[in-house]
């Protein structure tokens, strides 16, 4: 996900290579970055914060105590945070922090690295504007933002920070059907991935609602209602809404490890 930032932000030209620090205790996954975006690196993540006006956590729930631990000689007032860390409370954040030290907490997704994200931000009282702005330019250079308060970051978490990947899931398996109906692979992948992204810009350029869609996609008798069909038989709603309640009590237990650790 930071490469993902990474790209779309300089794509955007919000900043430019020499405004960015990369820091990671993988040399390896530090020597991909500066190769492929032209940005200065570090093994040395306090020296990174030490260095930087605003700081990009993207580590795992489980590594976040030590790695803002190891940050809090660097961590001032004058400092930004702004974690993507998942089911990481800003209130965690802000007892291994300190007092005083402003904290954003985002939730972005993965198309950010084609400049097509979407993240949701939940800022602190009393952010000064120029951060606001800075933030806002920041994830918009990657695609779409909304504000929201933090008690709903773990349900955008469940539905557009996991949500491509249920896209993903959906375009593999209709291509998988398209094979079973005699399609070659290469045809059915095609097919499959074209029509969800030409359905996609579609959805973006229109304004019709959703269900309006699906009527002007499913003539009465015809075979998208005969598929429509299979959907609702299935339960295909509830299938839906239980894998985002997954995703969501994920995040709870994702908190409540942080919590206790």
């Known amino acids: 996900m930071a490469e993902a930032l990474i790209s779309g932000i300089l794509s955007g030209a919000t900043l430019a290579p020499d405004d960015i620090l990369a820091a990671d205790v993988n040399e390896d996954r530090l020597r991909l970055i500066n190769q492929r975006y032209s940005v200065a690196t570090t093994t040395d993540s306090l020296h990174a914060a030490q260095a930087a006006e605003y700081i990009l956590l993207s580590v795992k729930p489980q590594q976040i105590d030590e790695v803002v631990s190891a940050l809090k000689p660097a961590l001032t007032p004058q400092k930004t945070v702004i974690s993507i860390a ?12 300190g007092p005083g030290v402003p904290i954003v907490r985002v939730m972005p997704n993965a198309p950010a690295l084609v400049n097509r994200g979407m993240s949701a931000a939940a800022l602190p009282p009393g952010l000064a504007d120029e951060k606001k702005s800075f933030v806002d330019r920041l994830l918009r250079s990657a695609g779409e ?20 990947a249920y896209f993903f899931l959906f375009v593999r398996e209709l291509a998988e059907a398209g094979v079973d109906a005699g399609l070659t692979r290469e045809m059915a992948l095609t097919l499959a991935r074209q029509t969800f992204i030409g359905s996609a810009a579609l959805l973006s350029e229109t304004e019709r609602s959703e269900d309006e869609l699906i009527q002007a996609v499913a003539s009465p008798g015809g075979t998208t209602e005969a598929a429509l069909g299979v959907f609702a038989s299935s339960d295909f709603k509830n299938i ?8 969501l009590d994920r995040a709870g237990e994702l908190a409540d490890f942080t919590r206790l650790g």
């Open 86 to 97: 998942a089911g990481v409370s800003v209130a965690r954040l802000q007892a291994l922090a």
């Open 145 to 164: 933002v909304i504000y929201v308060d933090e008690d709903l970051i773990d349900a955008v978490t469940a539905v557009s920070g996991s949500g491509p």
């Open 240 to 247: 839906i809404s239980r894998a985002v309640r997954a995703a």
